[in-house]
């Protein structure tokens, strides 16, 4: 499975916000609006595709924009009630590990493939995944050590 960069520029955006809102109380309900200038600076992104994800992630309902002078974008909730997967989402990206859909045309040759069972509960474990991990759960650093490998048999 691979993120786009639509979905990861999302996230790495929503991510510097949450980061602005736990130091000081930027981007945060009622805090200074951030700008996508500062986002695209800090993030070393591109303002311009910055402008069409935001449009995206404002009608999702994850930040609220302010115009005029000293304008920009605040979280719409709080960091800790935004999932990951719901930043992807917005971003329009499926979080799916296979090449078909349930219900869908099926596999490479019309039916469903040997490993298709495989990849699809991939995609469920990654969708679980993204759903239990909240900006602020990367901004605290709570991602690292989440994933553990089997233990080894004696």
């Known amino acids: ?71 920009g974008y605040r979280l719409a909730r709080p960091a800790a009630e935004i999932p990951i997967a719901a930043v992807v989402e917005a971003a329009d990206e499926p979080i799916v590990a296979t090449r078909c859909e349930e219900g869908g045309p099926g596999c490479l040759a019309g039916e469903r493939c040997l490993t298709h069972d495989l990849w699809a509960e991939l995609g469920d474990q990654i969708r679980l995944f993204l759903r239990g991990m909240t900006l602020a759960d990367v901004v605290g650093g709570k991602v690292t050590g989440r994933a553990r490998a089997p233990a080894a048999p004696e």
């Open 1 to 71: 499975m691979r993120l786009s960069t639509r979905g990861r520029y999302a996230v790495m955006a929503m991510v510097e916000m949450a980061a602005r809102e736990a130091r000081a109380g930027e981007g945060c309900i009622g805090g200074r609006p951030v700008t996508l200038h500062d986002i695209a600076t800090a993030q070393h992104l591109s303002v311009a595709y910055l402008e069409q994800l935001f449009g995206r992630l404002r009608r999702a309902g994850l930040v609220a924009s302010a115009r005029g002078p000293g304008g």
